[in-house]
T-cell receptor, first 110, second 115 residues
Framework: GQQVMQIPQYQHVQEGEDFTTYCNSS?????IQWYKQRPGGHPVFLIQ?????EVKKQKRLTFQFGEAKKNSSLHITATQTTDVGTYFC??????????FGTGTRLKVLA | EPEVTQTPSHQVTQMGQEVILRCVPI?????FYWYRQILGQKVEFLVS????????KSEIFDDQFSVERPDGSNFTLKIRSTKLEDSAMYFC?????????????FGAGTRLSVL
């Protein structure tokens, strides 16, 4: 079945540093969603990417969908302690089924 | 703000027992999902549900699992005979639309501990 991998698995950064997580698939990605899960919390929707090469921004967060639709990335500029959590990408596989990536756990050191 | 609510927040059960996890999706949503997350691991799709029937299910969702929407508001996940490996956080989610347009809203989850 489809495998959606994220790298890195863990990332520790100093507050103010940038952070990037990459989402890669063994098959062509269909429709990527990004979620954030705070420690002890539940996934919260951040953004959806549909088109090849698409770039979307939300304040300090930049989301990108690869030209070949085999990967996606989330970049956070100047991290803050509130950015702590695990970031998951999820690909639409079928009409009503999302396959989540392995996640990247971000820790921000003040 | 509308939210998905799940009860109980924590369920402890003995191996072999049946459990029912309950969810109340957001009221005007049409699509419902169950996911599970073993501690520290990724979120795994179990099943999606629309128009009173299962739309898609994963390999994890075997004959021990069933879902139901008994009264138009609740959405339940039943595990017939729990195993130790069923211990996980179970998340319910709902969305107003399908396919490429759906944003999934997750509940806070039920932590299932099988002893």
């Amino acid at each position: 079945g489809q495998q959606v991998m994220q790298i890195p698995q863990y990332q520790h950064v100093q507050e103010g540093e940038d952070f990037t997580t990459y989402c890669n698939s063994s098959t062509t990605l269909s429709n990527i969603q990004w979620y954030k899960q705070r420690p002890g919390g539940h996934p919260v929707f951040l953004i959806q990417l549909v088109k090849s090469g698409e770039v979307k921004k939300q304040k300090r967060l930049t989301f990108q969908f690869g030209e070949a639709k085999k990967n996606s990335s989330l970049h956070i500029t100047a991290t803050q302690t509130t950015d702590v959590g695990t970031y998951f990408c999820a690909d639409l596989s079928g009409t009503y089924k999302y396959i989540f990536g392995t996640g990247t756990r971000l820790k921000v050191l003040a | 703000e509308p939210e998905v609510t799940q009860t109980p927040s924590h369920q402890v059960t003995q191996m072999g027992q049946e459990v029912i996890l309950r969810c109340v999706p957001i009221s005007n949503h049409l699509y419902f999902y169950w996911y599970r997350q073993i501690l520290g691991q990724k979120v795994e799709f179990l099943v999606s549900f629309y128009n009173n029937e299962i739309s898609e299910k994963s390999e994890i969702f075997d004959d021990q699992f069933s879902v139901e929407r008994p009264d138009g508001s609740n959405f339940t996940l039943k595990i017939r005979s729990t195993k130790l490996e069923d211990s996980a956080m179970y998340f319910c989610a709902s969305s107003p639309t399908s396919g490429g347009g759906n944003i999934q809203y997750f509940g806070a989850g039920t932590r299932l501990s099988v002893l």
